[in-house]
């Protein structure tokens, strides 16, 4: 595993950083990296801010969202999951994308929490979560409904998108694992990382620079990428999506929490993720209609609406009405 940052291709500024190795509670070992305000805003932080990235993302991916919260005045930690990005592997072939349980994830998010504690990172604490990570950040609140000030949800993995036969998948997914091939690649999956992929037709963003930056990345440092899921990945994320379907998820929430929807998002479900905004306490939901996926690596005129939403919920003192 890393033990710091890959150093950033031209044209891609990565603030300046602290990387950690951490070891979750279960002994496996994380990449990590805290991020500080410029020295002139640290006398009066305004707390720190948890971004918790998706699947097969890495922390040198989010260097312009890191700038952007470093200039509002936040601190930054974020980590690697297991088995991508800078963390241990899982498996041998180290391009596989594989946990055996989503609440192995939650293992990380704590080892993560306690390092900020031990940095001094300041508090209050909030949470700007995307896709599996915005999923590991519910799991997390329903357990801990304290634990953070606000949460930002950026497309959540609530539901699968465009899964016509969803029992039918669910039922392949536990039988294949039963049957030993947990980890194996899905059906038709490869190691290519989809940022490798052409840009046209694209489920993830509409600004094609942004989606070419990882290209420059994984020129830098191949070893951050991996490929699809396993079967047993997606068996534990039915295992995971199946917890909110149940009617009393977040009923204790005490954490405000907006999740931001992309209304051309094919990847995971808005509609899904907007029902249980409703259902959950203290939740709300807006959508930003031509957002795909990947909200913050998005067009301008979607970013600047994104950014305008996250400083109203996180900084409503500053943005109050008279």
Partial sequence: MRDHLAPPPDAINLPEGEALRLSADDGFALRAAFFRPPADARANPRGTIFLLQGRAEFIEKYAE??????????????????????????????????????TDYERDLAALMAAARAHALPEPYGLLAHSTGAAIALHHLARDPSAFGRAILCAPLVEIGGLRWKAGARALSRLFSLLG????????????????????????????????????????APDLFIGD???????????????????????????????????????TDPRAAGDLAVRMRGASSITLAEARHEILFERDPIRAAFWAA??????????ALP
């Fill in 65 to 102: 969202v890191i700038a952007e919260l470093l200039a509002r005045g936040f601190a930054v930690a974020t980590l690697d999951w297991r088995g991508q990005g800078g963390s241990a592997r899982m498996m041998k072939n180290s391009a596989k994308g594989h946990v055996e349980d989503f």
């Fill in 181 to 220: 091939l947990a980890g194996l690649f899905v059906p038709t999956g490869k190691a290519e990382p989809t940022n490798l992929k052409p840009f046209e037709g694209n489920p993830l963003t509409g600004d094609e620079t942004r989606y070419r930056r990882p290209r420059a990345w994984h020129e830098a």
């Fill in 229 to 267: 899921p396993t079967i047993g990945w997606v068996e534990a994320a039915f295992e995971s999506l199946a917890r909110f379907r149940k009617p009393d998820f977040g009923q204790k929430n005490r954490t405000p929490i907006l999740m931001v929807l992309g209304g051309a998002d094919h990847v």
């Fill in 310 to 319: 996250f400083d109203a919920f996180m900084l409503p003192e500053e943005t």
